[in-house]
């Protein structure tokens, strides 16, 4: 396979808040993760984990360096670019997220309709989807009645449906109890490899570390770091 | 290619249930404000226009003092003469207008009621039962009750019907009912009385013969009214008004509209229906908003745009609009039928409303819509990680 690299980040610097409240919170962030790689991402609460998830999602304007996402560049991106780059994107939240209102199907095909799929081709992916994660018999369940890791994996099944080349995913097994936590990662660790995706993964859980091709860990905004499983390299 | 897509306005709405309720309730009481507002104002301008309706004449002569029906003032009847000589015309009468006092045959307390005399000769309302009884009113002191009157009138109204004579008293005077006609109350007076326009002198001590509130100008066949109202506009001198039958019609609708605060009390009605409707569909818009907030930030971490999400909205507004419309303009129907049988207000409901309304309450929840999806600005997708 050819490495290339499909989330590129150099000197990535981000600042909240304006004038005299504004603080820094990533410093000098340099990464680089090829097609195919699953990257878990660790570190302390409040060390700027989730602020660099939601930049390389584009649900954050980035303020300066570079930041090239499938080769596009989204520092400085207009609204339109960072919208149309989300749709590239499959998101998993700590929350599992899902509409309320709409059944376990609805909420995997509501994903499709953002891309130009048919009503039988919508149909049909999301019911292969669900058969994979393994609720194909909760399709027309509503969220309230499943339980936290059938939710979970709901919401595993939206962020996969239309081949996303990148899975951004923020403590998806915080909620969930130990089996259900392993099953959940697993499951995305063999769709990913079978749709030769992307995961970037955000956790403290130790118990899944394991699924991981590299582990990188932040503290204080700065990439502390960026280990092979098998190396020990350490980037200070 | 089936586009078909999911109708997330709808499920969201459906899905809990008792919102959605309270929602359509909220809508259809603000819909029932208004349309009995409505109802009110148009059967007020409707009873007023009861009688000059039924008035059987093309082009009417008033006094230029004139303001309603029941405030005619008089002209004198050379008028008349005057018009009578222009060639296109075929007839001009007098009818002879006033408030009376009277004794309720059936309750003996005295009331106002509207009595109307006119030339036997010709009937001056096109209402079957008067052209059938003209013979009656020629007799002294004879006239005709309007069955439809407002008060209690049964046992009286059933001696008549039976062809028996129901005796009372008019200003003072005893006078013989014999005979009954239908039009119906109005603000003016409970109810009205006809009788010949000798009788009517004969009641009426200070009114004279000379002395007309109405003139009534019957046209040959094939004439054309306004050309003939312009022709008498110059004319007669400036004491007198001239109208075709429907410019009447419509210059007393305008008075109880304008000239008076019935017309403001209203309308402020229905301006207070619809901000009623207007708040609560904002508060159920809003908390609905409010609750989904994760997500629609969910949604547009996806990869929707806002416009999504403000269509969302929209849709639920007007999905809400539709709902609550329906069951609030037929519990109104009911309400017309319940106050007509009450009031014998003529309380109709006009398909025109019907659609006004339906536009309105839409306007009215797409405003709240509006305003609610300022809300929307709050749903970060970088929120919920």
Sequence with gaps: MINQAVIDIHNLNHYFGKGNLRKQVLFDINLTIDVGEIVIMTGPSGSGKTTLLTLIGGLRSSQSGSLQILGEELCGASEKLLLKMRRKIGYIFQSHNLLNSLTTRENVEISLEIHDFSYYQKKQKSAEIIEAVGLINHLNYYPENLSGGQKQRVAIARALVSNPKIVLADEPTAALDKKSGRDVVELMQKLAKQQGCTILLVTHDNRILDIADRIITMEDGCLLSNEQLQGNKIFA | ?385
Aim: some cysteine.
């Design chain 2, 1 to 385: 290619m089936n586009k078909r897509k999911i109708p997330l306005a709808w499920k969201q709405l459906i899905r809990q249930k008792g919102r959605f309720i309270i929602a359509i309730a909220g809508i259809s009481f603000a819909d029932i404000l208004i349309l009995m507002q409505l109802g009110f104002q148009s059967a007020l301008l409707d009873t007023n226009t009861l009688l000059p309706k039924l008035i059987e004449a093309d082009i009417i002569l008033t006094s230029s003092q004139a303001q309603n029906f029941g405030l005619l003032k008089e002209f004198p009847r050379r008028r008349l003469f005057q018009a009578k000589n222009l060639p296109q015309v075929e007839s001009a009468d007098a009818l002879y207008v006033s408030l009376g006092n009277w004794k309720n045959p059936d309750t003996s307390t005295e009331s106002t009621i509207l009595v109307l005399g006119f030339n036997p000769a010709r009937p001056a309302f096109n209402l079957p039962e008067i052209k059938q009884n003209l013979k009656l009113i020629q007799y002294p002191d004879t006239l005709l009750f309007d069955q439809n009157s407002r008060g209690e009138y049964e046992n009286a109204i059933a001696k008549i019907t039976t062809g028996k004579s129901v005796t009372t008293e008019l200003q003072g005077r005893k006078i013989y009912i014999k005979g009954l006609y239908q039009v119906g109350s109005s603000f003016i007076a409970d109810g009205s009385l006809m009788t010949s326009d000798q009788n009517f002198l004969r009641i009426f001590k200070g009114r004279t013969a000379g002395e007309v509130s109405l003139g009534l100008i019957k046209l040959k066949p094939g004439i054309d009214a306004d050309f003939t109202v312009n022709e008498l506009k110059s004319l007669l001198p400036s004491d007198v008004k001239v109208f075709t039958l429907k410019e009447f019609i419509a210059s007393e609708k305008n008075y109880w509209q304008t000239s008076t605060s019935i017309g403001f009390i209203f309308s402020f009605g229905v301006v207070v229906g619809f901000l009623v409707g207007v708040i609560i569909v904002y508060q159920i818009l809003f908390s609905d908003v409010s609750d989904h907030l994760p997500e629609y930030a969910t949604l547009k971490a996806m990869g929707y745009s806002n416009s999504y999400l403000l269509r969302v909205v929209f849709q639920e507004a007007i999905i809400l609009a539709i709902c609550g419309y329906i069951p609030g303009c037929l519990i109104s129907i009911g309400l017309y039928e319940i106050t007509r049988s009450a009031t014998s207000l003529p309380l109709i409901m006009p398909p025109t409303r019907i659609i006004q309304t339906l536009g309105l309450t839409i306007v009215m929840c797409v405003a709240s819509g509006a305003i609610a999806v300022r809300k929307l600005g709050s749903a970060d997708p970088a929120d919920i990680f």
